[in-house]
């Protein structure tokens, strides 16, 4: 069965740092990939997704980067953390094609404070 | 108009009640449907798929009506685990993602 991994759980960290959080997929070949992030009382924002190795399409411009440098492995970095990055981060898959109409399914999430 | 707006709520009813929240999307275009449920600072978990003819799973029932760009669901004797908050989800205009609603909360109480 498939399986998503997100790390870590939760992460403080001061502005001005760095930021990377990984997602990887087992079970399955090729997934889209997705980046979402939920600020505190608000809905879920999509920030990147990716069809494919090395393909990343952002959805909003901001102070993050995606990559895919692997079929089932998805990043999130930063170079420089604002406060406004603050937030839940989930990151999610589905199947292409036909499949995406069964949904995605998300990782745990990495609930981050930036301070 | 936002792309997927919902009452944001909060529904507050008693166990064994009925309850039925709605949603309406703005992109004709959306081809798929779904409501997820999400818990306190969990993850979304798919809870049904929404299609025109409606479905049923169990005490739930989705409907959605594409000429009006309306989505609902339909909980039946609400129990004290349905508490939660209801997210609707279509898909953008390219197809390539889900858009998310706000969610709209449920609070079941004894």
């Known amino acids: 069965s498939q399986t998503i991994h997100q790390w870590p759980a939760t992460l403080v960290q001061p502005v001005g740092s760095p930021l990377s959080l990984e997602c990887t997929v087992e079970g399955t070949s090729n997934p889209n990939l997705y980046w979402y992030r939920q600020a505190a009382g608000r809905g879920l924002q999509l920030l990147f997704y990716s069809v494919g190795i090395g393909q990343i399409s952002s959805e909003v411009p901001q102070n993050l980067s995606a990559s895919r440098p692997q079929d089932r492995q998805f990043i999130l970095s930063s170079k420089k953390l604002l406060l406004s990055d603050s937030g839940f981060y989930l990151c999610?898959?589905?199947?292409?094609?036909?499949?995406?109409?069964?949904?995605?399914?998300f990782g745990s999430g990495t609930r981050l404070t930036v301070v | 108009r936002k792309e997927v707006e919902q009452d944001p709520g909060p529904f507050n009813v008693p166990e064994g009640a009925t309850v039925a929240f709605n949603c309406t999307y703005s992109n004709s275009a959306s081809q798929s449907f779904f409501w997820y449920r999400q818990d306190c600072r969990k993850e979304p978990k798919l809870l049904m798929s929404v299609y025109s003819s409606g479905n049923e799973d169990g005490r739930f029932t989705a409907q959605l009506n594409r000429a009006s760009q309306y989505i609902s669901l339909l909980i039946r004797d609400s129990k004290l685990s349905d508490s939660a908050t209801y997210l609707c989800?279509?898909?953008?205009?390219?197809?390539?993602?889900?858009?998310f609603g706000k969610g709209t909360t449920l609070s079941v109480s004894s």
């Open positions: 989800v279509v898909t953008n205009q390219a197809g390539t993602a889900l858009i």
């Open positions: 999610a898959w589905t199947g292409s094609g036909a499949e995406r109409r069964y949904g995605y399914t």
